[in-house]
């Protein structure tokens, strides 16, 4: 079976988190640190902290801009991770449309649903490519709105000359072990803000306040509580595979990169399919490969997508739905309550109906990814 993801382990890799077991530190050190400074100079943000997931960061985030009750504008396109982070923090969610030209957050939409209760817009780098930042920026700026990048799919992006870390104005990143570079579970949060990183520091440290300035003072020894905070600490184990794991970032993106070239190269002939394409000044992180294909509607009135998943399955090939609208999970449904109006959910329920994600990983071979291509057409083509 070629799967939809794979993450990739070198023995290099295994010799760094192997020599940090022999050491006499396990978690939150020095390797910790040079993780951050690396994650620092990978996404050009003046900080990076650490912490045990994503999600992690992404309540960090929200937690640490300190907004209980304030809306946040977000895409319903997104792993409900994005949004439990927010709920968790008392924001309250207001969710808007995706552009159907990279089912990221659009500008359009989201500045229709700002208010005077909105406090920040959140968008999310659907598949890697980045959301559309001017334009954000634009809308953020005059409302003093933050800017967050759920960035968890792209590690490694470019729009115009900026990275993950300076296109918002604090991004959260994952290292789960289907994203761009893996330290099993892991993730961080990315700012050039001293304060917001100082908070997020806190929150995965218990809301333990350290360092020199809370040491120096009389009794302060062991450091004090400031905040109400988990334990969202990364090991020393995890930073040192991902410290491994960022030193091969270009050769991981440029692999990407050629398999999403080699899968268009086969799939634009196909009539009807749409497929990924990055923006004029934008490179993608290739995270995946998502296909637009309106099943069961025009040429293939038996083929819906379940059965297209089924029969590639069949073939050998595991696909993927990225993602189900975050509105329609029963948990939003029963406790979260109405969802949006329809005019912010036409192009989320476009893209949700007609998406289907093909295999990309690093170590995917060429004669994978022909072979996907091959099966996937083979079955469009059969369902004509
Ligand atoms: C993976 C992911 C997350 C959560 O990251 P974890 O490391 O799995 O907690 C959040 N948002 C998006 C868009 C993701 O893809």
Not at 27 to 53: I, N
Not at 83 to 96: D, I, K, M, Q, S
Not at 360 to 382: E, N
């Amino acid at each position: 079976m070629i799967p939809y993801a794979r993450h990739e382990v070198t023995e290099e890799d295994i010799a760094a988190v192997v020599e940090v077991l022999r050491s006499d530190r396990l978690t939150q050190g020095p390797v910790v640190e040079r993780f951050e400074a690396a994650l620092c100079e990978a996404t050009r943000a003046r900080y990076a902290v650490a912490v045990s997931s994503g999600t992690a960061a992404l309540e960090a985030i929200f937690h640490g801009l300190d907004r209980r009750g304030a809306e946040v504008v977000m895409p319903a396109m997104t792993f409900p991770a994005t949004a439990n982070a927010a709920l968790w923090a008392g924001w309250r969610l207001v969710f808007a449309d995706i552009e159907r030209e990279t089912a990221c957050l659009s500008a359009r939409c989201a500045e229709r649903l700002c208010g005077p209760q909105t406090a920040a817009l959140l968008a999310m780098d659907y598949a890697g490519h980045p959301a559309a930042w001017h334009e954000l920026h634009r809308i953020a700026r005059p409302r003093g709105l933050v800017l967050i990048a759920d960035a968890c799919h792209s590690l490694g992006a470019v729009l115009d000359g900026l990275k993950v870390g300076e296109y918002a104005d604090i991004a959260a990143l994952s290292f789960h072990a289907a994203k761009v570079i893996t330290t099993g579970e892991g993730g961080a949060v990315v700012t050039s803000n001293a304060l917001w990183a100082e908070c997020a520091r806190r929150f995965r440290d218990q809301g333990y306040a350290r360092g020199a300035e809370v040491a120096a003072g009389p009794g302060r020894h062991h450091g004090e509580q400031w905040v109400l905070g988990h334990n969202y600490r990364m090991t020393e184990m995890q930073a040192a595979l991902g410290l491994a794991q960022l030193r091969r970032l270009p050769q991981i993106l440029e692999r990407r990169r050629q398999i999403a070239a080699r899968y268009s190269e086969h799939l634009a002939p196909v009539e009807g399919l749409v497929l990924p394409r990055e923006r004029e000044g934008a490179r993608s992180a290739w995270h995946l490969y998502a296909v637009r294909y309106p099943w069961a509607q025009c040429e293939c009135p038996g083929l819906t997508r379940e059965r297209a998943m089924g029969l590639v399955r069949e073939a050998g090939v595991e696909t993927q739905i990225h993602y189900a609208p975050v509105y329609q999970h029963p948990y939003y449904r029963l406790h979260v309550g109405a969802g949006p109006e329809w005019d912010a959910i036409r192009e989320t329920e476009g893209h949700y109906r007609e998406c289907l994600t093909l295999p990309l990983y690093p170590s995917m071979t060429d004669a994978d990814v022909d072979f996907v291509a091959h099966a996937l057409i083979k079955i469009i083509d059969g369902g004509k």
